[in-house]
């Protein structure tokens, strides 16, 4: 167990949707990313928050956007959604420390229908 | 920008047997770090090994040890004494170091099977 959580652990929409996937960093960790799995593009980061300001930015689209709250959980917001979009989407955190380790959330596994 | 190649989509090795996974990457960044990420059937994403460029020394974590090659840009995965429970996808991973951490450029990972 990572300490890192993520609900809901399954979601399955429709496409046009919009959904909200949650993200609660470890303790003390305050930044937080995220990254989507999909088997055409693998691994890839979508943004990166620290402790509530966004830091980077990778391929999300304009369709997604995200938030890190004043309590340092994170939520990532799709809409519209289209079939191309059903992957799994991975919330990490990290400690500002010299370890640069990030910790994996167990994943939610978005299938767009 | 970088980038993170892994050539081997899939591989198999014999249970008690070693295995070497490749790795390269490309980057005109001097400090950084590299991480070997293990991801069994269950998805969750497990550290397996990390690297600091600016060690020479490769690092090891029990079965698991590698091979840095700073100036080829190369990273390898070698596993010794394979378990049954070894079997996952494994993403090599690519982070520059920055005022604060940074996020992590994946390869597309490679497949590895152990067989009884």
């Known amino acids: 167990d990572s300490g890192v959580t993520q609900t809901p652990k399954h979601l399955i929409t429709a496409t046009g949707q919009r959904v909200t996937l949650r993200c609660s960093p470890r303790s003390g960790d305050l930044s937080v990313y995220w990254y989507q799995q999909s088997l055409d593009q693998g691994l890839q980061f979508l943004i990166q928050y620290y402790n509530g300001e966004e830091r980077a930015k990778g391929n999300i689209l304009e369709r997604f956007s995200a938030q890190q709250f004043p309590d340092l959980h994170s939520e990532l917001n799709l809409s519209s959604l289209e079939l191309g979009d059903s992957a799994l989407y991975f919330c990490a955190s990290s400690p500002e420390s010299s370890s640069y380790e990030q910790y994996f959330g167990p994943g939610t596994r978005l299938t767009v229908t | 920008a970088q980038t993170v190649t892994q050539s081997q989509p899939e591989m198999s090795v014999q249970e008690a047997e070693t295995v070497t996974l490749s790795c390269t990457y490309d980057t005109s960044e001097n400090n950084y770090y590299l991480f070997w990420y293990k991801q069994p059937p269950s998805r969750q994403m497990i550290l397996v090994i990390r690297?600091?460029?600016?060690?020479?020394q490769n690092a090891t974590e029990n079965r698991f040890s590698v091979n840095f090659q700073k100036a080829a840009k190369s990273f390898s995965l070698k596993i010794s004494d394979s378990q049954l429970g070894d079997t996952a996808m494994y993403f090599c991973a690519f982070m520059k170091l920055a005022s604060g951490n940074t996020p992590l450029v994946f390869g597309k990972g490679t497949r590895l099977s152990v067989i009884a």
């Open positions: 690297q600091e460029a600016y060690k020479q």
